[in-house]
């Protein structure tokens, strides 16, 4: 199924989650610990008020979906998105942040280059390994900035094209150097696509996971042949109807009508039924019968989840 990827969700979560962030970096600089510490509560006063009077079941999804009910003016998102953001903007843009963020991004990438590496039956001397790393990071610094950069609403449109294509440089300067390090089209070409289904890999290995459980394994070929499956008709797939909304939004889930929800389940629903008509061709009907269920619980899951959001983002009674 389709992997959701809700960006300013996943902001919300990345806060959430500083606390973790803090104390790793306790031994490293507890100055900027300090500094994170009170961004943090310059986030908090940055948020949303909620409700004078809570709806039913409100709680902490409905404080993540947003705070008060909408009054009709399409302005009144605007404070709490760009307060949260540029508090957002400057709290990853602190040494520490950054730091980290760095040290992620490069075990992430010595992570992907050896299975990669493993996969095609690569074998890298040290020095190759260093000038690969090197390659894929040297534009992270630069990347930075203009990710920080983009998070500021008072960009100019010109301006925020302009840091759209300077990304966009990068990007491309950071393939020729991969281009140039393997040094070999096909090569290079089997590495992008590896990188691109990093996503489909971590699906495959839950459905394993839950087809072990069931006494009915993926042997390593339908593996293979699963990934190539889901990523192929994910990526040919062209959905109408999203799930998205805005957490920060004063209308936050609130906002996802009943027929956005609907229309994305019929899709969603279609995505299914073209995976489970090539999977028949790689899993047995035990197998089947396991994946196809999984995929059913995985989307009512996601519709429950924004469901109980949109509930509790709801004023009650309609807001009468």
Same mark, same amino acid.
């Given at each position: 199924?389709?992997?959701?990827?809700?960006?300013?969700?996943?902001?919300?979560?990345?806060?959430?989650?500083?606390?973790?962030w803090?104390?790793?970096?306790?031994?490293?600089?507890?100055?900027?610990?300090?500094?994170?510490?009170d961004?943090? @509560?310059?986030?908090?006063?940055?948020?949303?008020?909620?409700?004078?009077?809570?709806?039913?079941?409100q709680?902490?999804?409905?404080?993540?979906?947003?705070?008060?009910?909408?009054?009709?003016?399409?302005d009144?998102?605007?404070?709490?998105?760009?307060?949260?953001?540029?508090q957002?903007?400057k709290?990853?843009?602190?040494?520490?942040m950054?730091?980290?963020?760095?040290?992620?991004?490069?075990?992430?990438?010595? @992570?992907n280059?050896?299975?990669?590496?493993?996969?095609?039956?690569?074998?890298?001397?040290?020095?190759?390994?260093?000038?690969?790393?090197?390659?894929l990071?040297?534009?992270?610094?630069?990347?930075?900035?203009?990710?920080? =950069?983009?998070?500021?609403?008072?960009?100019?449109?010109?301006?925020?094209?302009?840091a759209?294509?300077?990304?966009?440089?990068?990007?491309?300067?950071?393939?020729?150097?991969?281009?140039?390090?393997?040094?070999? $089209?096909?090569?290079?070409?089997?590495?992008?696509?590896?990188t691109?289904?990093?996503?489909?890999?971590?699906?495959?290995?839950?459905?394993?996971?839950?087809?072990?459980?069931?006494?009915v394994?993926l $042997?390593?070929?339908?593996?293979?042949?699963?990934?190539n499956?889901?990523?192929?008709?994910?990526?040919?797939? =062209?959905?109408?109807?999203?799930l998205?909304?805005?957490?920060?939004?004063?209308?936050?889930?609130?906002?996802?009508?009943?027929?956005?929800?609907?229309?994305?389940?019929?899709?969603?629903?279609?995505?299914?039924?073209?995976?489970?008509?090539?999977?028949?061709?790689?899993?047995?009907?035990?197998?089947?019968q396991?994946?196809?269920k999984?995929m059913?619980? $995985?989307?009512?899951?996601?519709?429950?989840?924004?469901?109980?959001?949109?509930?509790?983002?709801?004023?009650?009674?309609?807001?009468?």
């Amino acid at each position: 199924m389709k992997t959701r990827r809700i960006f300013l969700i996943g902001l919300f979560i990345a806060v959430a989650g500083a606390g973790y962030w803090v104390a790793r970096l306790n031994a490293v600089n507890s100055a900027a610990n300090d500094e994170i510490a009170d961004l943090k @509560k310059k986030l908090a006063s940055a948020q949303p008020e909620a409700p004078a009077t809570p709806s039913p079941g409100q709680g902490q999804a409905g404080e993540l979906a947003g705070g008060p009910a909408a009054s009709g003016n399409e302005d009144d998102d605007a404070g709490p998105d760009k307060a949260m953001m540029a508090q957002m903007a400057k709290l990853m843009n602190t040494p520490a942040m950054r730091t980290m963020g760095a040290q992620v991004r490069k075990t992430m990438a010595e @992570k992907n280059l050896n299975d990669f590496a493993a996969s095609a039956g690569l074998t890298l001397t040290p020095e190759q390994h260093d000038a690969f790393i090197a390659a894929l990071t040297k534009n992270d610094e630069a990347r930075a900035d203009l990710t920080t =950069k983009l998070m500021d609403d008072s960009l100019s449109p010109d301006d925020k094209a302009a840091a759209e294509q300077q990304m966009k440089s990068l990007s491309d300067d950071t393939d020729a150097g991969l281009r140039q390090f393997f040094n070999n $089209d096909d090569t290079y070409a089997s590495y992008q696509t590896y990188t691109a289904q990093a996503g489909t890999r971590s699906e495959v290995n839950d459905l394993g996971n839950d087809l072990t459980s069931a006494g009915v394994p993926l $042997d390593p070929g339908q593996s293979t042949a699963m990934v190539n499956l889901m990523y192929i008709t994910n990526k040919n797939f =062209k959905p109408t109807a999203d799930l998205d909304f805005n957490p920060f939004s004063s209308k936050g889930a609130s906002a996802v009508t009943d027929e956005q929800i609907n229309a994305y389940v019929n899709e969603q629903q279609q995505l299914q039924q073209q995976l489970v008509n090539g999977a028949a061709q790689i899993l047995s009907p035990q197998q089947l019968q396991v994946y196809s269920k999984k995929m059913a619980s $995985d989307l009512q899951d996601e519709i429950d989840q924004v469901t109980a959001m949109k509930a509790a983002a709801s004023p009650p009674n309609g807001g009468k």
